[in-house]
């Protein structure tokens, strides 16, 4: 058992729950029936979630994640194999495996056929519910593949400008990037749902698997040059800030490891996050807001000694965390033996240090 301090400075023992479902009841509840071999409660959860594309997008990407048998969506594909959202979980179960293939060093013949099947289970999705954004996105979790990106996209022969490139306010975007990449799929991502706050980290993650944590970095702190789609997208330079501090100061990284988070630029996106998209959220929908990315936050502002800010997030996280990003600082940090003692002690200090103000 773990001390966890409540906002009025009591405190009551409580276990620290790891997990990146949160606080959605509804969610961990069908996580578990398909932990049990059952489908019943996710297919009946996506059809409660209808067209809300944001939520549908994050909890089909943590059902996938979070399923103990991925054959429980073939078997509820086979029964019912005009549903959309049987089809959308197959697709994200495939395209999750042809990424684990490449990053396992499987054979390209291996790999490839994994890409050809995910990409198959990705436009049957998509033929099935148009207006979905999520087979888009699992394409673009594709595209991080080294086979040629437009393969991925039915409509590359029409399209006028080169397909890799960047066209002058293509789907709501301001021209201006220069990096290529698979811009095309994430046009259609936007066109389905303007400002998808998975599209937009598989197209980070896209720069940083394929070019580097600096084109990465590009890609985040360009799309919050101007006011984003979507406010959540506010926290992309926070991701990006923890890839690059993975990269330039691992194992055997340089010295001022724990002077990175102190700078200027970490704290100006951490607290532009806070105020432009976490403040403006209603508590009561707390519950459906992106664990990781309350994590993320809460670590950014924590190490930028915004102790008012961060306690507020913590607040909303109540007994829940992710992994991420505090167990790989802690890593390369050397604090703690144990992450979860290092995230237990800045979160019981960022508290008290708020209610003593």
């Not at 979790?141 to 399209?159: C, E, G, H, K, V």
């Not at 432009?276 to 519950?287: G, H, Q, S, T, V």
């Not at 670590?299 to 306690?311: K, P, S, V, W, Y």
Request: proline share 8%; hydrophobic share 40%.
């Amino acid at each position: 058992m773990f001390t966890h301090f409540n906002p009025d400075g009591t405190a009551d023992d409580m276990r620290l729950i790891v997990s990146p479902i949160g606080a959605d009841a509804d969610l961990r509840h069908a996580v578990q029936d398909l932990q049990l071999g059952r489908y019943h409660a996710a297919r009946d959860l996506l059809r409660m979630t209808g067209p809300n594309w944001g939520l549908r997008t994050r909890r089909s990407q943590l059902l996938a994640g979070g399923a103990g048998e991925p054959g429980v969506f073939k078997l509820w594909l086979d029964e019912e194999p005009d549903s959309p959202d049987a089809a959308m979980m197959w697709a994200r179960v495939l395209t999750r495996a042809a990424l684990r293939a490449y990053r396992g060093s499987k054979s390209e013949d291996v790999v490839r056929r994994a890409a050809q099947w995910g990409a198959q289970a990705c436009q049957r999705a998509s033929d099935l519910l148009p207006a979905c954004p999520v087979p888009w996105v699992d394409k673009l979790l594709l595209a991080q593949l080294p086979f040629p990106s437009a393969l991925l996209d039915p409509y590359a022969r029409t399209r006028q400008e080169p397909w890799d490139v960047l066209p002058p306010a293509a789907g709501g975007l301001d021209h201006g990037m220069h990096h290529r990449g698979p811009w095309p799929l994430l046009m259609e991502v936007n066109r389905r749902h303007p400002g998808n706050r998975e599209g937009y980290h598989r197209m980070r993650e896209y720069f940083q698997t394929t070019c580097s944590s600096g084109a990465a970095m590009d890609f985040a702190c360009w799309m919050v040059l101007s006011e984003p789609p979507s406010p959540d997208l506010w926290m992309l330079p926070v991701y990006a800030l923890v890839d690059k501090y993975r990269i330039e100061h691992g194992e055997n990284g340089a010295a001022g490891r724990q002077s990175f988070w102190q700078t200027a630029s970490a704290g100006s996106h951490a607290v532009k996050a806070y105020h432009r998209w976490f403040a403006k959220i209603p508590p009561d929908e707390y519950p459906w807001v992106s664990l990781s990315d309350l994590s993320h936050l809460a670590h950014a502002l924590i190490a930028n000694g915004e102790t008012q800010m961060a306690a507020q997030v913590l607040r909303a996280m109540g007994p829940y965390v992710t992994a991420q990003p505090w167990q790989d600082v802690n890593t390369v940090q050397g604090r703690y033996a144990n992450w979860q003692d290092w995230f237990l002690t800045a979160r019981a200090s960022t508290l008290r240090r708020r209610l003593a103000t």
